[in-house]
């Protein structure tokens, strides 16, 4: 175990990794990273590195799960053994299975669920190591997934989180500040639509400190956002380079 | 599960809602009538009931020795867990917990263990080796909307209502001693759901209301109106203002409900 530090940001105002408040962690977005999916993404958001496949509109398992007007979407959310200090058993925890829940309900709301009745799609996430914001790193991988495989979405998904360590709000908690910090609020944005699709928050925040909070974490996800796209669009130029030179040869 | 009943009632309860009144005849923000039992099941250290409406929860709170977490061993342990009993309802199945008990289960957890409500320094019997495990059980008994905010009363309730046994450490081992005294307590979290229907915010949702929101967004509130737990629930989305304007209800009805209680 490391020693835990005294302070959390210095007196110039930065954090343990030299961050201002406002500044995220690096994020790196890879779209198409596993052949096999029928839609894949991966993220790299500081030290988390997530792997996030989509394989679907399938046929549903087990069958009693299927729904007439729209497709099921299932989603895992699940940490590998060395993604943490102490190794983790690989049995799903109790809070893997609550994350599971929530990053399904945050990418619901995105996904045209009725354009495929009676099928099931799964959204499978893998941390390989995590460094605090999992969750919010997940989602966004998630997405982009799902974006990937090329079922009709309203809008992207972006998370990010937003929290209180030692007196100031600050942006995209990374593991020492989230279990030393006051609070953590992650937040999931339809970043077009200005909607929410997850929020959650533990610790203790004032009403406007937790308003500051929201507003920081929109802003962190509009910057993944910008990330998120580009990862998109990069794929897809790679394949039309790809076609055209075929087309020369 | 929706009932063929339900598909026939959704469309009148969202347009109903649309001109801000309820199947029930209830506000959009009224609670429905509220009733809390303390230390009705005499065999647990804790215990009590509350009626939201038609919902009832039972909570019971268990007192036992154990080992604290190797990073906090100046503290005892917290456990909470909920039963959806198949008795509840008709679309509660017997088996392990699934991931609807789960969740609400780490919501109550989340309220309690973030407002610091119960002093767990007071819970060390040897530090970084005995401490107190509270076992928290949520166990649902009929199911008619709302479980969070009922079963985050009946949680604090019960834990309100806890004994704990004397004890003396003699030659190293640890003795009962007759006697009881009350579980120390610091904080009375109180958790306000509020769900989306259309676009309006109500809190309370009944079972039929919570077939057709978009989503359900819950607070847990402290002592001094301050957030200590959020969680966000459902398949739908909330705009910005209305999560702030959320916070605002629950804050309110918090304070309300506070005030009632005499916490």
């Known amino acids: 175990m490391n020693d835990k530090p005294e302070k959390l940001i210095d007196k110039k105002g930065l954090r343990l990794d030299g961050r201002k408040p406002e500044d995220l962690r690096p994020v790196k977005l890879e779209v198409g990273v596993i052949p096999n999916a029928d839609g894949s993404a991966y993220v790299e958001h500081g030290k988390n590195k997530i792997l996030a496949a989509v394989y679907g509109p399938r046929e549903v398992h087990p069958k009693h799960l299927s729904l007439q007007d729209r497709t099921v979407l299932k989603c895992r959310y699940h940490m590998a053994p060395f993604s943490v200090q102490e190794r983790k058993s690989p049995a799903p925890s109790r809070r893997e299975v609550e994350l599971s829940k929530m990053i399904k309900e945050s990418l619901e709301p995105a996904v045209f ?11 499978f996430v893998e941390v390989l190591q995590a460094d605090g914001g999992t969750r919010c790193a997940s ?16 809008d992207l998904v972006v998370a990010c989180a937003a929290g209180k360590v030692d007196d100031t709000i600050v942006l995209d908690l990374m593991d020492t500040e989230d279990k030393l910090g006051a609070a953590d609020v992650p937040v999931a944005l339809m970043p077009n639509l200005n909607a929410i699709t997850l929020l959650q928050m533990d610790g203790i925040l004032t009403h406007e400190e937790f308003e500051s909070a929201v507003n920081m974490a929109m802003e962190g996800c509009r910057k993944i956002y910008a990330i998120q796209k580009e990862a998109l669009k990069t794929k897809y130029v790679s394949i039309s380079e790809e076609n055209k030179e075929e087309a020369e040869e | 599960m929706v009932s063929v009943v339900t598909r026939v009632k959704q469309k009148q309860i969202a347009q109903l809602i649309e001109e801000d009144k309820r199947l029930d005849g209830r506000d959009l923000m009224d609670y429905r009538e509220t009733k809390i039992e303390q230390g009705i099941i005499e065999r647990a250290e804790g215990s009590a009931r509350v009626l939201l409406g038609k919902t009832e ?11 604290p977490f190797p990073d906090t061993p100046n503290e005892g342990v917290l456990t909470v867990n909920a039963e959806l009993t198949p008795i509840a309802s008709p679309a509660f199945e017997p088996g392990p917990p699934n991931e609807d008990s789960i969740e609400l289960a780490r919501i109550v957890d989340r309220g309690i263990r973030e407002s610091k409500c119960i002093d767990t320094s007071k819970l060390v019997i040897e530090p970084g080796k005995k401490v107190f495990v509270v076992f928290v059980d949520i166990y649902v ?5 709302n479980l969070i905010d009922a079963s985050a009363l009946a949680a604090v309730n019960a834990l309100l209502n806890t004994k704990m046994s004397n004890y003396e450490i003699k030659e190293g081992e640890v003795k009962i001693k007759p006697g009881y005294e009350q579980l120390p307590m610091k904080k009375h979290p109180i958790t306000v759901t509020t769900v989306k229907i259309g676009n309006k915010l109500l809190v309370d949702p009944s079972l039929e209301e919570e ?5 359900r967004i819950s607070f847990a509130i402290d002592d001094d109106n301050n957030i200590c737990a ?17 916070a605002k209800i629950a804050q309110t009805k918090a304070k309300e409900l506070r005030k009632k209680l005499n916490w």
């Open chain 2, 230 to 246: 959020i969680q966000k629930g459902g398949s739908g989305y909330f705009e910005p203002q209305q999560v702030i304007e959320a």
């Open chain 1, 113 to 123: 669920l009725e354009y495929y009745p009676r099928t099931m799609v799964d959204v």
């Open chain 2, 141 to 145: 008994l009929n199911h008619d909307g």
């Open chain 2, 211 to 215: 077939e057709v929101m978009d989503a």
């Open chain 2, 57 to 67: 929860v039972v909570v019971g709170v268990k007192i036992e020795m154990g080992e």
């Open chain 1, 139 to 154: 989602i966004t991988a998630a997405a982009l997934a799902l974006a990937d495989s090329g079922i009709p979405m309203r």
